[in-house]
């Protein structure tokens, strides 16, 4: 196998060096000497500074500390995308304790599950959330302290000087959960130095981000890609984000964009689908967007196509996980492929392995791991998921991908997916990747399901284009255009029309909801 760089050559490579005693928190807090007065975080119904937003995160961490906590203990932060979320994750990170970024999506039992796993011993809530927090809710875990974001919030006479607490930077800083696609989420655990490492990697090589601009991020800051987006990024560049609470619909969104005029956008490829078909046709002033970005899910051609189309600009893809942080590969405006997640972003290093276990040449399906400094250390409470994904600082992310000789690289699905359908095996994902090429095909999603008899047969849940007439020939022309495009045995056998997809709060594809929806 080829020789890697290590953690440390590729945090020289970026010049990436801080100092033994680091707190994340320091983002923020680095700000103040000449930013206190600039804005900092636009909300749906106020703007704050970064002043403001360093007192509030300042009375959150004292708050905390005074009622008992002390420093490695966890803090569930239930809040939606508000300008409290990022102080409460600066304060408590700054008083040494540990924020735990959960799905406000999250069903009563699962919330239970996070409170339990992590043995937090406080919570802080967004108030439509309250009632999750019950005491009836926590009763028989640790947490004993549960603060409710109300407008005159219980920490609103706490002291605004909150020292820094002693954190080493590679000391625990702040968990987010896994999707847990298959079984229990798993706590991601991160260190104080992984978000500024982000900044100096991804962030400078791509966003080239100054004081003057303003980040949108639509996915949620639970969320490791929306968390750099409306927290990390912005804060180390001294520049502002738009922060916009509940389920983000296009209306909304490109009223936000009017109102606050944000400089770069992120998004995922089912977002900008919705957004270009939005009002089609009608008027939309994106005029302060310079950058789009897209990750978490492929950007397929024909969604790009038609954002250029309409907005007269390009979407960049790229791909990260929660366990590396964010985007280890991406595409650049000026250097990328359709279709591509792109390259290896300065400060990390890839690797694709075959099934025999050598390094894949340009062209040769190999499984991804990847190395960088901002890498989760481990699974909270599960060595066996550690041990199996993390090792010698790579994460080993399950995906199969092929690299081209100029270095880009195109997913071809999880190692885990293949199945046997017909006695030939078949991806899943290539027939959904086809089916979406089709011209009367909005999106779709194709997974392997099991017949009575224990066999496997494919199944496509598919939106059409709307206006599309739904008939039994138009089920046989996407099973043709699948087979033509592919090989003959890979089609889906059954395919069921739907209205929409189910998604999940990061506006992905809910498969294990889709897998659950019947003709």
């Given at each position: ?16 060096d801080l100092p033994e005693f680091y707190n994340a928190s320091r983002l923020l807090w680095d700000n103040l000497p000449v930013r206190a007065d600039r804005p900092a975080i636009y909300g749906d ?166 004081e003057d601009d303003i980040c949108f991020s639509v996915p949620k800051i639970f969320f490791a890609y929306g968390f750099g ?291």
């Amino acid at each position: 196998m080829s020789t890697y760089p290590t953690l440390e050559d590729l945090a020289r490579s970026v010049g990436f060096d801080l100092p033994e005693f680091y707190n994340a928190s320091r983002l923020l807090w680095d700000n103040l000497p000449v930013r206190a007065d600039r804005p900092a975080i636009y909300g749906d119904d106020d703007t704050w500074t970064y002043g403001v937003l360093a007192d509030e995160a300042a009375r959150i961490g004292n708050a905390l500390l005074n009622a008992g906590l002390r420093p490695g203990d966890r803090v569930l932060l239930f809040l939606d995308d508000e300008p409290v979320y990022p102080a409460a994750i600066m304060g408590t990170m700054r008083a040494g304790l540990v924020p735990m970024l959960i799905n406000t999506l999250s069903t009563p039992d699962l919330v239970r599950f996070y409170l339990v796993d992590s043995g937090a011993r406080a919570a802080i809530v967004s108030t439509p959330h309250k009632d999750l927090f019950s005491s009836e809710s926590v009763a028989g875990t640790d947490c004993d302290t549960v603060l409710i974001a109300t407008q005159m919030a219980p920490w609103h006479a706490e002291s605004t000087d909150l020292p820094e607490a002693a954190t080493r930077r590679d000391d625990m800083a702040f968990w987010m959960y896994s999707s847990g696609s298959t079984g229990r989420p798993k706590g991601v655990v991160h260190r104080h130095h992984d978000p500024a490492y982000t900044a100096s990697t991804y962030a400078t090589h791509l966003l080239g981000l100054t004081e003057d601009d303003i980040c949108f991020s639509v996915p949620k800051i639970f969320f490791a890609y929306g968390f750099g987006n409306s927290v990390t990024f912005p804060f180390a560049a001294g520049a502002s984000a738009v922060l916009m609470s509940g389920r983000p619909d296009p209306e909304a969104i490109f009223r936000r964009i009017g109102r606050d005029r944000p400089s770069v956008f992120f998004g995922l490829p089912t977002l900008y689908t919705a957004l270009a078909r939005h009002g089609e046709g009608g008027a939309v002033d994106l005029s302060s967007v310079r950058l789009c970005i897209s990750a978490a899910e492929i950007l397929s051609v024909d969604i790009a196509d038609a954002w250029r189309a309409r907005f007269g600009m390009s979407i960049v893809e790229g791909l990260g996980s929660t366990e590396a942080l964010h985007i280890y590969l991406t595409n650049t405006e000026t250097n990328k492929k359709p279709g591509s997640a792109g390259r290896v972003v300065p400060g990390y290093a890839v690797r694709l392995t075959t099934p025999d276990g050598h390094d894949a040449r340009d062209g040769e399906e190999g499984i991804m791991s990847v190395r960088g400094l901002s890498n989760a250390t481990q699974y909270w409470n599960r060595p066996d998921k550690t041990e199996e994904t993390m090792s010698g600082g790579w994460i080993e992310t399950g995906d199969r991908f092929v690299r081209d000789p100029d270095g880009f690289h195109f997913f071809r699905g999880r190692a885990d997916d293949l199945v046997k359908v017909s006695g030939q095996w078949v991806y899943p994902l290539e027939i959904e990747l086809a089916l979406n090429e089709h011209p009367l095909v909005h999106e779709s999603c194709v997974l392997a399901v099991p017949l009575p008899d224990q066999r496997m047969t494919i199944k496509a849940w598919v939106v059409p284009v709307a206006g599309t007439q739904i008939t039994n020939d138009l089920v046989a022309e996407l099973q043709a255009h699948t087979k033509t495009g592919l090989l003959p045995h890979k089609y889906p056998r059954e395919v069921l029309f739907l209205d929409a997809l189910p998604k999940t709060g990061t506006g992905k594809i809910d498969r294990q909801a889709v897998s659950r929806v019947e003709a």
